[in-house]
């Protein structure tokens, strides 16, 4: 594969498993050295390992991005290794289905915490060192979720929603600045999604759903995620969506 993405620095979150992962990978493949960050330190190692094999440089930065402090290191420590900033992929996510009746409101907030607030600081810290370099891309994982909705989804597809609309205000606001903003939305992924449903019913409906025959891979978003950095300064693809072919949904 040709380096196209070598001399950049990407952070990517949620790095630990899923979409973040193979993202890390396929930036790695193109050549960027990356920060991986999760809060699981185990996974982040072994990640660690298997890109430097590919003779890139990798900083691993545990944490939570629902924690305002660690979230706005993990960039803040990206820029003070590699000296700079280029992509800032977020894909720490995690699911929630329930009716509205019956939420348990700390897993709403905790929904909101994670996929819209920990995405909004690693977004803010970013901003600064991406104006300095005059250019900068950043890639939010939204989800189908994020551009219509159903029973059950109230909180996920709220935080979808909502990181669609701080996303491209963001983008609004940014790019006079070189910086690019995507909102990604990705259909049914293999990937470890449905470990954080609490609810054991909806947690093995959604497994299924994301491992069925024909479901999207999670190195399939990786490539697109590339395709999005890799284009000319001036193109700023800020919105896709990518899902199974089988889905014949609106
Ligand atoms: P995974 O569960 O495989 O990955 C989720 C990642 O988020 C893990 O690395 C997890 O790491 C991390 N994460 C979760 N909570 C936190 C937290 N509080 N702080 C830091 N990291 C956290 O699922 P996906 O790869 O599928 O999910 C990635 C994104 O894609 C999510 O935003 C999801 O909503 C979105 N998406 C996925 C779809 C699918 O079908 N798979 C469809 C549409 C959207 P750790 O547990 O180690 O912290």
């Known amino acids: 594969m040709t380096k196209t993405l070598t ?45 430097e094999a590919l003779g890139v440089k990798v900083l691993a930065l545990p944490g939570d991005v629902v924690d305002e402090k660690i979230a706005t290191e993990a960039v803040e420590k990206t820029v003070a290794h590699f000296g700079k900033l280029d992509i800032l992929v977020n894909s720490a996510g995690i699911m929630h289905m329930g009716t509205t009746e019956g939420t348990d409101l700390a897993e709403f907030r905790r929904v909101m915490d994670v996929n819209l607030l920990g995405t909004v ?8 060192p991406m104006k300095a370099q005059g250019r900068g891309d950043i890639i939010n994982i939204s989800s189908q979720a994020g551009r219509k909705t159903g029973p059950m989804v109230g909180a996920y597809s709220a935080s979808k929603h909502a990181l669609n609309a701080m996303s491209d205000s963001m983008r609004q606001e940014v790019g006079g600045h070189g910086i ?3 909102v990604l939305m990705p259909g049914a992924t293999t990937t470890e999604v449905a470990t954080s449903i609490s609810d054991p019913n909806f947690r093995a409906a959604i497994q299924t759903h994301v491992t069925k025959d024909g479901a999207v891979a999670a190195s399939e978003i990786a490539d697109a995620i590339v395709f ?3 284009q000319p300064q001036r193109v700023n693809i800020d919105l896709i969506s990518i899902r199974p072919t089988i889905d014949t949904s609106p």
């Open 7 to 51: 001399g950049r620095v990407a952070l990517v979150t949620g790095a630990s498993s899923g979409i973040g992962e193979a993202a890390a990978i396929a930036l790695a493949q193109a050549g960027a050295d990356i920060a991986i960050s999760a809060r699981r330190a185990d996974r982040l190692e072994v990640l660690k390992a298997k890109i």
């Open 121 to 128: 600081y690693t977004c803010k810290a970013a901003i600064a």
């Open 180 to 182: 690019r903003v995507c």
């Open 228 to 230: 999005i950095v890799s």
